[in-house]
């Protein structure tokens, strides 16, 4: 492992070898081979189809770096390789995803991709405060993705993994018996709302989106289309008043104070007396997976100008608008958490 002393430490961590060798790694899917047996630079670089000896340098590097253990036989004058449980994250099956959205020839990632020029202008971002994503595409992140269906498309199916995710616990963890009408503000594609409506067949639900998704969405939730509305529009207007509980998803992190403290306050407007607002973000504070929460931080700033924020900064947002911060649950999906606002009586 690399962090042996401070010298090699700020090598490895600086050098732009460090992401790309890792990512040739997920690519070559090596910890999966590794896994079935092949552990040397030889029967490696049989199974993929690459030059041994350079193969043999990256295997060499990443070694350094924890993914795998190095072993050198005297005898055959042959290093072996050992997964280590750096190495296992990268393996196709784990939980995690992260070979996917590592690996530089995966077809599903064009969104992932488009990310990665502006990540590059992070200077730029960090001397200004605003975000980059027009310098490195020419047109600001969300009318990029109208611009460009495939990674619109790619854009909604990330949202809609993430909510498969959530859906599970989401269910689990809020008392959605109790609820009539849930809004679901932003909600892309309809795939959390839908989970939703399947779990609960008395709840009625309502998706706001704008019109460029309203069409996927219909398809996606045409199994419920009895009990689920679908509106076009913005949560800068006014939106749909009347429901017991507005749903916002991964998405308040998006915009900046300014603009997320707006849409809190547009649901603020619309609660029906005794309605709730649930906020489902990624915490900074959450104390569990630190470092993906700094990195959506990051990512929030290069494209959106947006921001990962912390329970206190939920807490202030919603008393900006009229909002009592009345409830806050813990997913077990690292980061994130469920907010509850109820609205300020008037007097």
């Given amino acids: 492992m690399f962090r ?9 961590l600086g050098s732009g070898f460090t992401p790309t060798a890792v990512r040739v790694t997920a690519t070559l899917r090596l910890p999966d081979l590794v896994e079935q047996g092949h552990r040397t630079a030889a029967a490696l670089a049989a199974e993929t189809g690459t030059d041994e000896q350079s193969l043999g340098r990256v295997l060499h590097y990443v070694s350094l770096l924890g993914l795998f253990e190095e ?5 055959s004058r042959q290093r072996t390789y050992e997964l280590t449980d750096v190495g296992r994250v990268l393996l196709g099956d784990h939980p995690s995803n992260l070979r996917r959205w590592l690996d530089y020839e995966d077809p599903s990632r064009p969104m ?15 001397r200004t405060g605003l975000p980059v994503y027009e310098q490195a595409h020419g047109r600001p992140f969300w009318k ?26 989401l269910a689990r963890i809020y008392d959605w018996a109790s609820v009539g009408h849930v809004v679901d503000v932003g909600g892309g594609n309809g795939s959390l709302l839908l989970k939703l409506l399947t779990e609960y067949p008395a709840l009625r639900g309502t998706l706001l ?21 679908l509106v076009a529009g913005s949560f800068f207007e006014p939106i749909p008043a009347g429901g017991d509980v507005y749903l916002i998803a991964n998405t308040l992190h998006n915009w900046s104070d300014r603009d997320a403290a707006r849409i809190l306050g547009r649901c603020s407007a619309a609660l029906a007396p005794g309605g709730r607002v649930v ?26 100008g947006g921001r990962e924020r912390s329970m206190d900064d939920l807490r202030d947002l919603g008393a900006g608008v009229g909002l009592t911060l009345t409830d806050s649950r813990k997913f ?5 958490w469920l907010v509850e606002y109820t609205k300020e009586e008037t007097r």
Avoid: W
Avoid at 71 to 75: I, K, L, N, S, Y
């Fill in 4 to 12: 042996q002393d401070p010298l090699n430490t700020i090598l490895a």
């Fill in 71 to 75: 072993t050198h036989d005297a005898e």
């Fill in 112 to 126: 992932e991709a488009r990310f990665e020029p502006a990540v590059g202008r992070l200077m730029d971002a960090v």
């Fill in 144 to 169: 990029d993705l109208e611009a460009n269906p495939d990674i619109e498309k790619s854009f909604n199916a990330g949202i809609a993994r993430i909510a498969g995710r959530l859906v599970p616990e």
């Fill in 209 to 229: 989106e704008l019109p460029s998704v309203i069409d996927e969405a219909a398809g996606v939730t045409a199994p419920v289309s009895d009990r689920c509305e």
């Fill in 279 to 304: 906020v489902v973000e990624r915490l900074l504070d959450s104390g569990k997976d630190p470092v993906m929460a700094s990195y959506a931080d990051l990512l929030m700033l290069v494209l959106l």
């Fill in 332 to 336: 077990e999906l690292p980061g994130h």
